[in-house]
């Protein structure tokens, strides 16, 4: 039994990161946790961090989004969550997925604005409407998760709809964003590298730079949301592309590719940071699709797509479905991924950019709780 919740929690895991490329919106982890109502379990729980993932999921008609969770450092040895969950969050601490703060006052309404997310909270957010106005401006921007029958729906503050909707990135935002940040903190999570040779610098999960939180602004100075202290410019940020693939008209996966880091799709990619697509592919895809099927670098700003398969590929150019239209991609070449293009590894199965990839099909989720459904459902009462 506490395998399975394992599990879950494992699920749950690859849904937090705090990537401005890859999170869809901005959550209190200590908020979260706390919605009893939701299941009417223990006071504290984790795994509806991923019911309300799932709720996102579903109103963005998208597989596999991530979020941006901010969390007070209290959580790390809350009495309310099992050892086990306490020891995950520490992990999720340690590793950098969340940002976890001694004081993480409006930190998830300024995250929300640099990076122009929606915010899931129910936390009534008055009086920081004077320095966020989108708060009570923009209908979708904030929304509260609440209880209901398949799990939590999400009901927007203002304008009373259910559809998070993303705002743009302030222009504080962006231009923090064009830039590498280093936070003198020896084995600091968020803006590692200072300290440099200790243990915990080692034993870390090596992130890319694309990957960076957004620096906090006090007075102006980007500064470390952990620490306090002012961060070290250490150069520009790689570029980076955001990908989508899309099967069967729905999106099941973001990505990304930075000038530093290409990417492997297939079925089942050889090594670390490959795109995994053979859970969503039915048998004769799976046949048709190779392990390794193309790569995707990022080049002076153009997406590069090369076939690595045994079968080839195809592009379709501007998004086109006429079949007349479709460029054969045989298997070593390559070729200028251009803004609407699509690369399609076998009918129905498609990547191309995240903004111009819409859903084309009715929305049917994989939770991210479906490792052990029965799990979520059946909480053990205290
Ligand atoms: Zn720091």
Known sequence: MRFEISKVLDAIEGRVCVDPSLARAVLDLAEVIRYQDIDGGRPASLLRLGMVIDALSRQLEEDSVQVYAVVHRALLSDADLTSNERMVVRRWADDGLVEVLDNPGDRMLEVADLLGLPVLTRARLDGLRGRFPWVAEEPGRVLAPVPGAGGPNLVAHVGGGDKPVAGRRSPAGAKLLTRQWRCPESGC???????????????????S????????????????PRHGTRLRDVGPRPRTEVLAVRIGGLVRRRFVVSEEQPVLVGRAPEGEGGIVLGQWLNDEARRWISRNHVHLELRVGEVIVTDVSTNGSGIRPGGSMTEAERIPLAPKQSRVLGEN??????????IGRAEELPAGAPFTPTSVMAEAPTMAMRLPRP
Not at 210 to 220: F, S, T, V, Y
Not at 341 to 350: A, C, N, S, W
């Open 341 to 350: 293009d699509m690369v399609e590894l076998y009918p129905g199965v498609q």
């Open 189 to 207: 999570a968020l803006f590692g590298g200072g300290g440099g040779g200790s243990f915990a610098d080692l034993a870390r999960v090596q992130r």
């Open 209 to 224: 730079p694309a990957e960076q939180a957004p620096p906090a602004l006090r007075n102006g100075v980007p500064t470390c």
